[in-house]
């Protein structure tokens, strides 16, 4: 039934009212809008000022609440997720890249079995790999130093076949390091006082050294209280586990060989490399491997020799060869040096010094051996020639090539030479400092969210995407070192940071890198997903990120919240516990910082495991 309208005029008289009304609303809310973004509306100011000086601690436990709230977008219910399994205990050790059954399917000469090898996508393992039983977390330095836990790194064979030698004892439930060697019967630090006899190393004039085959790394454990950073590396071969205990005792070093493929750092990055008793073939393939030692060795640098072919006259009968054999093999090395512009400075007994030249003014080379590539630092997987890196310009006979560095540590804020130069396109003086200046106040930031950073739990740091290396020269501490990671499709700065006194390495984390299991405590990447996004799976950086990490091991990472929401997802299936925080300058910044801690869990047979200390 109809409602009959008495008063249609009445209506009439409303409408224009209402209409006017609602314009006027709209205006006054606009208007209102505009007042507060132009500056002279205080709500937003103080509200972001109350959001700086909130201090959030983080605990060992992460027992906090996130000043940011994680919002799901309304979705179809799905099924529970599904968490990542264990890997079968067989694979505690596994490294994906230099694992033995596929290495011997590849030829044995020039090393290329010992080579990166990764498995292809559909071989690789999507699985947690799993500590052994009884893991412990390893003695603090210094006294990591000096000793490991067994249950660690369970393998005795070094210490029956080096036993002479001092490298490693096995004792109690412990394994201690003399601080012997091969080449250095008296221990580590008598060995480095005669080097630095001859080498400036103790004025900071030295600071960046490459140790090639390293054994267990003593030479660069015993040069760290001498503000020496040394680089150290050898293959995964019947030296069963010696990177491993290089790491575990909190000395930096790779799995790593000089075989057909460029080391993977740039040029000019060392201030010294040495060879003890390495048996690298030095005069071989034209002398290949020494004109790769002179890429990476800086203008002024020093390269050690000792062992076999130094002091033939009185081993070459210990050493099985011939008077003639090792006479031309130390002749054949020494031609190279002049080739390369090295000057020796000392021989006597088992060791040589050789001394690189500062430019190439006073050298006499042929300059059909000089190498015509332009960028002597683009070195992924590139296979080496047997040519002469060639020194940079230089405008007078006293110039060092490349650029003159300070001594350390004021080399480390001072503008590095490449960047002086204008060598890292798009990088000047000013953003450098600038870089240097917001990574402080990042580090500080994290040192609020996790107060373990600077003490010495976290001892072998990693930063995946390093950019200028702010991030590690704001972490600068005897207490621990940081591997300063260059993705190699990002910008190349590693020469950079090896400028500023610090070390780093090339990596693709598309794929494994290159070190046991369980050898980092703190794992930071700054924007990494986001470069790595459409070119692998998250899942696989972040499993390649859990295998490095050790048991209650930290990450930090940082990258826009979308990106940072979509890696949370995929922790919710690992043995993570983290938390998604605000940027320093709060919550209206859309860089977020996703905090966490690896659970302790240990593998056990029948695939199951064990969380139990």
Same mark, same amino acid.
């Given at each position: 039934m109809a409602i009959k309208n008495n008063n249609p005029s009445g209506n009439?008289?409303?409408?224009?009212?209402?209409?006017?009304?609602? /314009? $006027?609303?709209?205006?006054?809310?606009?208007?209102? $809008?505009?007042?507060?973004?132009? $500056?002279?509306g205080k709500g937003d100011s103080i509200a972001l000022e109350i959001t700086k000086h909130t201090d959030c601690n983080v605990f060992t436990k992460l027992d906090f609440e996130s000043h940011h709230n994680y919002v799901e977008i309304a979705q179809p219910p799905k099924q529970k997720i599904e968490a990542f399994k264990p890997c079968d205990v067989k694979y505690t050790d596994y490294t994906p890249c230099q694992e033995q059954d596929r290495a011997m399917t590849f030829p044995r000469e020039n090393m290329i079995y010992r080579e990166r090898h990764c498995p292809p996508d559909d071989e690789k393992l999507r699985c947690l790999v799993p500590a052994p039983q009884g893991y412990k977390t390893p003695f603090p330095w210094p006294k990591s130093r000096d000793y490991a836990h067994y249950a660690n790194v369970p393998y005795k064979h070094l210490t029956v076949e080096k036993a002479v030698q001092h490298w490693v004892e096995f004792k109690g439930d412990v394994f201690k390091f003399p601080g012997g060697g091969t080449m250095f019967p008296q221990g580590a @630090?008598?060995? /480095? @006082?005669?080097?630095?006899?001859v080498i400036p190393i103790a004025d900071g004039s030295v600071r960046t050294a490459l140790d090639t085959g390293c054994g267990v790394a003593s030479w660069g454990a015993y040069l760290l209280k001498r503000n020496v950073l040394a680089m150290s590396f050898a293959p995964r071969d019947n030296h069963e586990a010696q990177v491993q205990f290089a790491l575990e005792r909190g000395v930096p070093a790779v799995v790593g060989v000089l075989g057909t493929v460029h080391l993977p750092y740039p040029s000019r990055a060392f201030d010294m490399a040495q060879c003890s008793r390495c048996l690298i073939p030095w005069t071989a393939n034209e002398g290949t491997y020494l004109k790769e030692v002179d890429r990476v060795l800086r203008p002024g640098g020093y390269w050690i020799l000792s062992g076999p072919p130094i002091n033939w006259k009185t081993y070459y009968q210990t050493w099985k060869r011939s008077k003639k054999e090792v006479q031309a093999e130390q002749r054949k090395i020494e031609e190279l040096a002049e080739q390369l512009c090295w000057e020796k400075k000392y021989e006597k007994g088992d060791l040589a010094i050789w001394r690189k030249k500062v430019n190439d003014r006073s050298c006499q080379r042929n300059s059909a051996a000089i190498c015509q590539s332009k960028d002597a630092d683009d070195v992924w997987y590139e296979k080496m020639e047997s040519c002469i890196t060639p020194f940079p310009k230089v405008a007078s006979s006293k110039e060092v090539a490349g650029g003159e560095l300070k001594k350390f540590p004021a080399r480390l804020n001072a503008v590095p030479p490449r960047i002086a130069k204008g060598s890292v396109p798009g990088v000047t003086a000013d953003l450098y400092n600038e870089d240097n200046k917001i990574w402080r106040k990042h580090v500080s930031r994290y040192k609020q969210l996790n107060t373990l950073i600077g003490s010495m739990r976290y001892r072998n740091v990693m930063d995946m995407n390093a950019g200028l290396g702010g991030f590690a020269a704001a972490l600068e501490s005897p207490k621990l070192w940081v591997m300063n990671v260059v993705p190699n499709i990002a910008k190349n700065t590693l020469g950079v940071i090896y400028e500023r006194g610090l070390i780093g390495i090339y990596h693709d984390w598309c794929e494994g890198f290159s070190t046991y299991p369980r050898t980092y405590d703190l794992i930071h990447a700054s924007g990494i997903f986001s470069l790595y996004k459409g070119k692998c799976k998250f899942e696989d950086i972040l499993l390649e990120m859990d295998r490095i990490l050790r048991p209650e091991g930290a990450i930090i990472l940082r990258d826009e919240v979308d990106t940072m929401n979509e890696v949370r997802k995929i922790t919710g299936r690992m043995r993570w516990d983290v938390k998604l925080v605000d940027h320093e300058d709060g919550p209206l910044v859309p860089e977020k910082i996703l905090v966490g801690v690896k659970q302790y869990w240990v593998g056990s047979s029948g695939n199951s495991t064990s969380g139990d200390m």
């Open positions: 009439r008289t409303r409408k224009p009212v209402s209409v006017f009304v609602a /314009i $006027g609303l709209c205006c006054f809310f606009y208007l209102f $809008g505009t007042w507060q973004k132009s $500056g002279f @630090d008598a060995y /480095i @006082d005669e080097l630095a006899s």
